[in-house]
């Protein structure tokens, strides 16, 4: 039945009548339906859901994008699910994995062995391959053809050739436009900070290369969580320096953490000069009152 839904899938017609997964059984059954293909490892099933959910958003971003704002307000909330129903699926299936990877909350899906419990277990891989898939969306074209390496294709590549495109390549927030500051929240940022310090392996390793995408892409985040990283950095090198032989995840870790630091003096630097231009502007207005 699922190698049918997937032929089904991948065999859309060009110029038909657009997909719409309530012929599927709605999103309900699309987050179930993803869950089970990824806990199958059906030959392609997540490649073949991978292009028919792109198809879906891609016309939700369009129509995102074309809502118009007050003063360039980020677009409602209302109006989003409007526009945009499998993307708010999508990033609130993403918040449910990470909350429980956070809290700790049920299985890891690596450790069960039946469909039923894979359902109520937490998976690290579906919050990835979500979140490519929308960084895939949002990232500007100019961005994937410098070099731009999506989370997949960066644990194919060394750590630090990896981070110094992260940093070379930073696009900035405003790039992210109206339909990226919703789908890539800084909730989400957030707590893809706080899973790193909790899972183990090479999921763990999958997880900062998709933060570190998700920095050069300028989303918005708590500064505090750095901090996680920062501890998380330190116990790692105090285990590993008694060896003087450090694994990928640490310097994939190092690397980030460098790029982070280096973001947040630029920011302080920018904030400290537009205080002092502040700050002459009132000793001007001061002078010309006497």
Not at 199 to 212: A, N
Request: charged share 30%; proline share 1%; glycine share 8%.
């Amino acid at each position: 039945a699922r190698q049918c839904i997937l032929s089904m899938l991948s065999n859309w017609p060009e110029g038909a009548r657009t997909l719409d997964f309530e012929h599927f059984g709605g999103f309900e059954f699309v987050g179930k339906f993803l869950r089970l293909v990824d806990f199958s490892r059906i030959d392609n099933g997540m490649d073949v859901m991978r292009e028919a959910v792109s198809v879906v958003l891609g016309k939700e971003k369009l129509q995102v994008e074309a809502i118009v704002t007050e003063g360039g307000s980020e677009v409602s909330m209302k109006d989003f699910s409007e526009k945009a129903p499998l993307s708010l699926f999508l990033v609130s299936q993403g918040l449910g994995q990470l909350i429980k990877i956070c809290c700790s909350m049920g299985e890891d899906v690596e450790g069960v062995t039946s469909e039923e419990k894979c359902l109520g277990a937490w998976n690290a891989s579906m919050v990835v391959w979500i979140f490519d898939v929308f960084i895939k969306l949002v990232r500007p074209s100019s961005s994937s053809s410098a070099g731009g390496t999506t989370t997949e294709q960066g644990l194919q590549a060394s750590p630090k050739a990896a981070a110094a495109a992260a940093a070379d390549d930073a696009v900035g927030a405003a790039a992210l436009g109206k339909y990226g500051k919703k789908v890539l929240l800084k909730q989400v940022v957030n707590l893809v900070f706080k899973s790193i310090a909790v899972l183990k392996g090479r999921t763990r390793l999958s997880f900062v290369q998709l933060l570190t995408t998700l920095i050069r892409l300028g989303v918005d985040y708590d500064r505090d969580s750095c901090d996680v990283l920062k501890d998380l950095l330190n116990r790692i090198w105090q285990q590993q320096k008694r060896e003087n032989k450090f694994t990928q995840f640490f310097q994939a870790l190092l690397e980030l953490v460098i790029i982070l630091d280096r973001q947040q003096k630029e920011e302080d630097f920018k904030a400290k000069l537009k205080a002092e231009e502040e700050e002459e502007e009132q000793k001007a207005k001061g002078r010309e009152a006497k």
